[in-house]
């Protein structure tokens, strides 16, 4: 027999805040919006695309990649310190995910820097706008990202770093999907 | 073998980031390897989803979150197999 008195739906085992979801959903639907407009434009320019993508630097997405995907894992372990009140251990977590994120932008700048002495910029092939663009809109939340860390990391206490680790998940999230569209799909 | 698991998840991620760069390196990029290698991203993206935010507690959302990266797939697949 259905129990009526209770309450239980589907939001109660949403894990984190519901609007925290919110925002992860709408994120990658933006993303997935513009990954589903780059591709559709290369279908339009496939020689443009394969020879836009033949200077980009996949290794280096690659580094990221590792790189955001352990920053992920710290973040994970902080929320894990943080629940399990042990604020030394979520701080020098929540540390470990900014350093990695700090890292990712370094190599991030390194590859604009590179592209930039090519002389290739925004305009130089719609494929370059569509780079610039994603991966750049995804380095601004990378920044974001780092700085809301940092600053659930002064008043270390669970739901705060449940909530900001969300938000760098998504990050991580957005960046697994941008790679292999944009650096290795031929 | 790791039992916990987040560094499961951890180790699983790299390992799956390793195979992408692997098979994007190993030659031209033809079409059935940039499906491979899209289908790794999105297995990445379902072990984010299932651990680092823990859906895989929540079977009814995780339902959802996967019903939409196989829409993802279906989409970009589409549009990839287009050219």
């Given at each position: 027999m259905t129990d009526l008195s209770s309450d239980h739906g589907p939001f109660d085992d949403l894990p984190g805040d519901l609007m925290i979801w919110v925002l992860i959903v709408s994120e990658l639907l933006v993303f997935g919006a513009g990954l589903a407009a780059f591709l559709a434009v290369r279908a339009t320019d496939p020689a443009g695309f394969a020879s836009a993508q033949a200077a980009l630097h996949p290794a280096a997405a690659a580094l990221n990649t590792a790189v955001l995907?352990?920053?992920?894992?710290?973040?994970?372990?902080?929320?894990?310190?943080?629940?399990?009140?042990?604020?030394?251990?979520?701080?020098?977590?929540?540390?470990?995910?900014?350093?990695?994120?700090?890292?990712?932008?370094?190599?991030?700048?390194?590859?604009?820097?590179?592209?930039?002495?090519?002389?290739?910029?925004?305009?130089?092939?719609?494929?370059?706008?569509?780079?610039?663009?994603?991966?750049?809109?995804?380095?601004a939340h990378v920044a974001a990202g780092v700085l809301i860390l940092g600053l659930v990391a002064i008043r270390l206490r669970p739901y705060?770093?449940?909530?900001?680790?969300?938000?760098?998940?998504?990050?991580?999230?957005?960046?697994?999907?941008?790679?292999?569209?944009?650096?290795?799909?031929? | 073998m790791i039992r916990d698991p987040l560094p499961r998840a951890w180790a699983l991620l790299i390992g799956l980031s390793l195979l992408s760069a692997a098979l994007a390196d190993w030659s031209d990029p033809g079409r059935l390897t940039s499906i491979l290698i899209l289908g790794?991203?999105?297995?990445?993206?379902?072990?984010?989803?299932?651990?680092?935010?823990?859906?895989?507690?929540?079977?009814?959302?995780?339902?959802?979150?996967?019903?939409?990266?196989?829409?993802?797939?279906?989409?970009?697949?589409?549009?990839?197999?287009?050219?």
């Open positions: 995907v352990t920053s992920g894992f710290a973040a994970a372990l902080a929320t894990w310190a943080s629940e399990a009140e042990r604020p030394a251990a979520g701080r020098l977590w929540l540390g470990a995910a900014m350093a990695f994120g700090v890292v990712f932008l370094v190599v991030k700048g390194f590859e604009y820097a590179d592209l930039a002495q090519q002389g290739i910029g925004v305009e130089s092939h719609a494929a370059f706008t569509f780079y610039y663009l994603l991966t750049g809109f995804h380095a705060p770093v449940e909530t900001a680790a969300a938000f760098w998940h998504m990050v991580d999230l957005v960046w697994v999907l941008l790679f292999p569209v944009i650096y290795l799909m031929g | 790794l991203g999105l297995a990445k993206a379902r072990t984010i989803l299932a651990t680092y935010l823990r859906l895989a507690g929540a079977p009814f959302w995780m339902r959802g979150a996967d019903w939409v990266l196989a829409l993802v797939e279906v989409l970009f697949l589409g549009l990839y197999i287009v050219v």
